[in-house]
């Protein structure tokens, strides 16, 4: 039986409104054309991607969680504004011994000064911001780099 590696994507709030909420910020292209994107990454280095998203702290945590017993070699994660608050989400992150990389489309650094803050990043190996959604491949390809 051939075993594909798997990587997880975990998008928080508001992600699956791309195309819609702040498109100066986020672009045009709304979240099917990530999960398209992601989907020929995965495809093209023959890799299993799951792709999750939730607007719910609890959710990702359990989610996060989960991925310690279901197989998953790697996280990529966008946590959206829980970035800066979540020490739960945090603390999850940081119980789990994988490659992990927290993503971000807008340059964070050159936003409103909350945003420079993240909490969630300590608990990442690397933290990518600036880039666009072109940013989760970026995050992939470090993923894998790790592995």
Do not use: W
Request: charged share 25%; with cysteine.
């Amino acid at each position: 039986m051939d075993i594909k590696m798997k990587i997880l994507v975990i998008n928080g709030p508001n992600i699956n409104f791309l195309g819609i909420r702040e498109k100066s910020v986020y672009g045009t292209q709304n979240y099917d054309y990530l999960l398209k994107m992601i989907g020929e990454k995965g495809e093209s280095c023959g890799i299993s991607i799951e792709v999750f998203q939730s607007n719910h702290e609890g959710a990702i945590i359990d989610r996060i969680q989960d991925a310690y017993f279901d197989g998953t070699d790697g996280i990529v994660i966008n946590p959206g504004a829980y970035t800066h608050y979540s020490y739960a989400i945090r603390d999850a992150l940081a119980s789990i011994q994988m490659p992990k990389v927290e993503i971000h489309i807008s340059d964070i650094t050159k936003r409103e000064e909350f945003r420079k803050i993240s909490v969630t990043a300590p608990a990442c190996d690397k933290q990518i911001y600036g880039h666009g959604l072109d940013g989760y491949l970026e995050a992939i390809d470090f993923v894998l780099a790790e592995l």
